[in-house]
């Protein structure tokens, strides 16, 4: 179970590979705000988002989610997502350092897009020469990723190929 934040969710539009969250998760959830920002009419990924979302349970945004926004420093839809996850125990996926680092110092599990992509190449979903053209694409196509990262994870890719 999986509550889905749109640093996730767009880049993974814009490659093509939100089917990589659904054969990962069983039940991925997000909420009304994230929902809002990545179906923003004109945008690259956004016919791919509506169809994915359609069988996605969107959360109502929690009522404390402004009050902990402003507290933390994130957007509200930042802290609806951590809410959610939080609240029912289930595992955050991002692509934002200061969101992933606010959720974890709420007790919160989180994936980054990375961690989703080296789980699929470590259960033979996809093959690890598949997964680095997905993560050069990623970065092509614009998603945030230090060169450190983007070299770890490489490596990591490398062993399991």
Not at 64 to 72: D, F, K, T
Request: glycine content about 6%.
């Amino acid at each position: 179970m999986v509550v889905a934040d749109s640093s996730a969710l767009i880049p993974l539009a814009w490659v093509g590979r939100l089917d990589l969250i659904s054969t990962t998760f069983d039940t991925i959830r997000t909420t009304e705000d994230v929902h809002d920002e990545v179906l923003t009419e004109g945008q690259r990924g956004t016919a791919a988002l509506d169809e994915f979302l359609a069988d996605v349970p969107v959360r109502e945004t929690p009522a404390r989610a402004e009050e902990v926004a402003s507290m933390e420093g994130l957007a509200v839809a930042d802290a609806s997502v951590i809410l959610v996850a939080e609240n029912t125990g289930e595992s955050l996926l991002a692509n934002d350092k200061g969101l992933i680092e606010v959720a974890r110092s709420h007790g919160v599990d989180c994936w980054w897009v990375t961690t989703l992509l080296l789980d699929r190449t470590k259960n033979g979903e996809v093959t690890a020469e598949e997964v680095t053209d997905i993560l050069y694409d990623l970065v092509n196509e614009g998603m945030n990723l230090q060169p450190r990262v983007y070299t770890q994870v490489e490596k990591r890719l490398r062993e399991l190929g």
